[in-house]
Every structure is written in structure tokens, then in C-alpha cells.
């Protein structure tokens, strides 16, 4: 198994190829069919209906794939070769964490909602209890909105005391960073972010930037 850079779809000038709430045509469909073909994504996907929540789903087999598709859920764990886990974001944080020698892996939608609901540690428990250690495994935090651009309501500080700052009378939350901090209180040591954020980022979606004319970013994982 190989884990690189993480591959996703997104809009941009000419191509078009994320999928805008509302607004699906044939031609953006037939589009990320043929880009994803062109780049050797397994036809074996899973998809899950995301709800925000620290729900995961195992696929421990084959039959899971169309078993299991379309759940409600908000994280996809397998150790099975050749099926796609795929996530879509604007401006929650999608997760990949890889156990390379045990083989075995997750991809999670963390938006605030989720990390609350311990969506990060929920993926982790279920990695371990098929057989990865914590030692092995490494995680990659994909594109998602900015500490400097996500203002939030006071109840934050609460909620999330170690990773807010009130600045001006106003609240910002470092979603990533508080993602980072769960994975390092798990034990996960080898963290990589993605640099930059969804709504200062013009050619990354962003909710909060463009509401219902975001599109969403695609972010796959899988074992070779």
C-alpha cells in the first residue's frame, strides 16, 4: 500500500467536475466519470450519505460495498484492496488515516460537529479492533476551512477550549488544529495538513463562502 498526496475533484476554470448542490447536469456527471477512470480511482467505491455525526463503517468485504454504500455515517474503514473510500467536503476536514503495515485504513468527514461527536477517536477504536496499532498509523487533514477564517459563536469556548481564540471581541475556531490535537492525545504522532484554507482559497469549495453555490471536493482514499 502507497500513501500519497491526497487525490481530489474540485471546480475549477474548464473542467467543472465537482458536483454543485442543485445543480447536476449530464456533462458534469460524465465528466468525474471519465477523470476518474483516467486516474486509475478503483470502480469499487463507497459513498456514504454524510450527517455530521461520529458514526463509521466498516467494509470488511466485497459485499459491503453495495451493502453498505449510501449509510449514514460519517467514516469508512476497510482492509480491503482495490475499494475506494470517498468523502466529500467544503470546508469540514476530510481525514485519512493509514495503518501501512497492518493495512488498513480510514477516511473521515470531520466538520465541527463531528470532532465533537469523537468521530476522529471513533475511526481509531474501529482500526485498532481490526488489527492496526497506533504506532503504525499516520493521518493527513485535506483541505478545510482556515483558523483565521472561521468565526464562531462564544459556545465554542466551551466546547472546544483548547482550540479557540477570542480576538477583537470575536471567536475563531481552528478546526484542524483541534483535529490534530485528538490524533496526538490518541497517540498519533505523524500528522500532515493540507496548508491552506477552503474559503480564502478561490479554487477550493467553501459552504461559507458560497453557500448553496459551493460545490464539494472529492477525497479518495484506498489500498493499492
Known amino acids: 500500500m502507497k500513501f500519497v498526496s491526497p487525490f481530489f475533484l474540485k471546480n475549477c476554470e474548464n473542467t467543472g467536475c465537482a458536483f454543485t448542490i442543485g445543480d447536476c447536469d449530464d456533462d458534469i456527471s460524465q465528466y468525474r466519470i471519465q477523470y476518474i477512470d483516467e486516474n486509475v480511482i478503483p470502480t469499487q467505491k463507497v459513498r ?3 450527517i455530521h455525526s461520529g458514526q463509521v463503517i466498516v467494509i470488511e468485504s466485497e459485499a459491503d460495498v453495495s451493502a453498505k454504500s449510501g449509510f449514514s455515517a460519517d467514516g469508512l474503514i476497510t482492509n480491503i484492496s482495490g ?17 501501512d503495515e497492518n493495512k488498513i ?11 465533537e461527536a469523537n468521530i476522529i477517536e471513533n475511526a481509531l477504536d474501529n482500526m485498532i479492533k481490526m488489527g492496526a496499532t497506533v504506532r503504525n498509523i499516520c493521518a493527513y487533514i485535506g483541505p478545510s476551512i482556515g483558523f483565521g477564517d472561521y468565526e464562531v459563536g462564544k459556545n465554542f469556548l466551551k466546547k472546544f477550549p ?29 500528522v500532515e495538513k493540507f496548508p ?7 479554487w477550493l469549495e467553501s459552504y461559507r463562502r458560497d ?12 489500498i493499492k
Do not use: M
Open 211 to 222: 453557500g448553496d453555490n459551493a460545490g464539494r471536493i472529492l477525497f479518495y482514499l484506498w
Open 105 to 115: 485504513i480510514a477516511l473521515v468527514h470531520a466538520g465541527w460537529r463531528g470532532t
Open 83 to 99: 475499494i475506494a473510500l470517498e468523502i466529500s467536503v467544503a470546508d469540514c476536514a476530510p481525514v485519512a488515516l493509514v495503518d
Open 48 to 50: 456514504l450519505e454524510q
Open 196 to 202: 491552506l484554507s477552503t474559503y480564502s482559497t478561490h
Open 162 to 190: 483548547h482550540s479557540t481564540i477570542v480576538k477583537n471581541g470575536r471567536v475563531f475556531f481552528d478546526l484542524a488544529g483541534e483535529i490534530k490535537g485528538r490524533l496526538n492525545k490518541c497517540g498519533i504522532e505523524d
